[in-house]
């Protein structure tokens, strides 16, 4: 077989296991919206047996032999050609998925698809205990996982390396020690500030039609495509991509609170920006495929906080939200609206959490993470030491185990290692803003024009047109000709809180 007829045949093979992997999303997305309660059982056998299916595909000995043809005769020349790139990470890919056991991924599946049911119920009866066995089922066999990918390495450098690759936890806790003083005392200045923000307009009546509708055109607004996508309805808000021209956004609403729809919706409409900036035609290859959860958490924080907490932004949709909200927004001024969205305090619910206490949030998970993952702290322990911390960081201590430690669907997924990408996006996105204000000769006017296009235009070139190209540090240095550095989300929390408080 030439070289040509081997790389097609090798992405052919990579795109088969794909087609399998999306038909398993397609089944979690239902799960997760429309699902009765009793088809669970069944649910999870199915997606655990395409989960061992994709594993089978995806370890497939020819794949194995195709590569090892292409390494032994690479094309001189650019090694960030798109053939260059799809035969590096699927080596990557291929070498993880073949130290894996069929047995342990399907147990995975299996496990983190019932665990995932018992934790909403957990969740729902405010019971952690009813929890406990599933979450240490899960840990044990996360646990595996890392073990057999890399005996040597410590586990959770290994799982955060799965979804962060080459930054190590020494780097994410540089990342915390950076940010850690300066966001405490951020807060506790704003604590004791004169001014307060007037968060109780947020807390007035917002129907759910309404705010869906005022949703969906913000989102189609800054460019989500929603002939290639679609807004529903869930318990935890996510984005999940089914196919080139598929990607699917999920909110929950309250009709007594605007922002959790509201900023959830520009949130997860930038992951699916991201996910829309993909070519298609790589689609299923991991040049078509994002570099990392650290840059899509930059991508989706981009458009929510930077964008979509900006003064600029209320200017031009304001006037609209008092349209739609009229009972609720009758007599308030775009001054008090844009203070009261950008409030700061301390609260139990990280996904609702203002910009400033967020990475405390995230802090307090990373912390115990590595506790459980070590082993040093006992799963039944969970919630009386994530009370203390919220103590200890916040000054606050939830009163029920569902706004503590049971608000997050990560664990009951085996999403070990995932939560400091939440930091790292933060960080990354008021690098990316800097950046693009630089370059476009300031974002604050375009905003505030509704000329979204060239700030997606500047993302799409930047950032998501690379796929995995580049590592995610890498990508960053080339966006923004920086390296991974906390000063600009410092700097931009500082300034537009000092302003909005007269600190
Ligand atoms: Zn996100």
């Given at each position: 077989m030439n070289r040509m007829d081997a790389y097609a045949a090798l992405l052919s093979l990579w795109r088969e296991a794909h087609l399998i992997a999306s038909s398993a999303a397609t089944l979690e997305w239902e799960q997760q919206t429309t699902l009765p309660t009793r088809a669970s059982e069944y649910r999870a056998q199915q997606i655990a047996y395409l989960a061992g299916l994709h594993h089978e595909k995806s370890t497939d000995p020819r794949v194995g032999d195709l590569l090892h043809q292409l390494e032994s005769s690479p094309v001189e020349?650019?090694?960030?050609s798109v053939e260059a790139v799809n035969v590096r990470e699927i080596r990557r890919a291929y070498d993880r998925q073949t130290k894996l056991s069929k047995s342990l991924v399907e147990a995975l599946a299996q496990t983190c698809s019932l665990a995932q049911h018992e934790w909403a119920r957990a969740r729902q009866e405010r019971d952690f205990a009813h929890f406990q066995p599933w979450l240490s089922k899960v840990i044990e066999l996360t646990k595996s996982k890392a073990i057999a990918l890399d005996?040597?390495?410590?586990a959770y450098d290994t799982l955060l390396d799965e979804y962060e690759r080459g930054t190590t936890t020494s780097q994410v806790e540089e990342v915390f020690t950076a940010l850690r003083e300066p966001l405490v005392r951020l807060v506790q200045q704003i604590g004791q500030a004169k001014r307060s923000a007037p968060t109780e307009i947020l807390h007035r009546s917002y129907p759910n039609d309404r705010q869906q509708i005022f949703g969906e055109m913000a989102a189609a607004e800054i460019g989500f495509d929603f002939d290639r996508g679609r807004l529903d309805t869930t318990t935890h808000p996510f984005c999940t991509t089914l196919g080139p021209h598929d990607c699917r956004i999920l909110t929950r609403y309250n009709?007594?609170?605007?922002?959790e729809s509201f900023f959830g919706i520009l949130h997860e409409a930038g992951h699916g920006l991201y996910e829309q900036g993909l070519q298609p035609e790589h689609f299923g290859t991991p040049m078509g495929e994002a570099v990392s959860l650290g840059i899509h958490e930059s991508q989706s924080r981009f458009w929510e906080n930077q964008v979509g907490r900006s003064r600029p932004f209320w200017n031009r949709f304001f006037p609209r939200a008092r349209g739609v909200f009229r009972e609720a927004l009758?007599?308030?001024?775009v001054d008090d609206f844009h203070f009261a969205v950008n409030g700061v305090a301390p609260s139990f619910i990280r996904v609702e959490a203002d910009e400033a206490t967020y990475n405390l949030h995230v802090m307090i998970r990373f912390e115990l993470e590595q506790a459980i993952v070590s082993g040093d702290l006992p799963i039944a322990d969970i919630p009386r030491v994530w009370n203390e911390k919220y103590r200890d960081y916040l000054g606050i201590t939830p009163s029920n185990d569902a706004e503590g430690c049971l608000q997050d669907v990560h664990w009951s997924a085996g999403l070990i290692g995932y939560f400091p990408t939440y930091t790292l996006g933060n960080v990354y996105s008021a690098q990316i803003s800097q950046a693009a204000d630089r370059d476009l000769g300031g974002i604050d006017g375009l905003i505030e024009r509704g000329e979204f296009r060239s700030l997606l235009d500047w993302l799409r070139d930047r950032?998501?047109?690379?796929?995995?190209?580049?590592s995610p540090r890498e990508l960053v240095r080339q966006a923004t000709g920086q390296d991974l550095s906390p000063a600009p989300l410092l700097q931009s929390l500082r300034e537009k809180l000092s302003s909005l408080y007269g600190l």
């Open positions: 020349g650019d090694p960030l005996p040597q390495a410590p009709a007594h609170y605007f922002n009758r007599s308030v001024s950032i998501h047109r690379h796929g995995k190209r580049y």
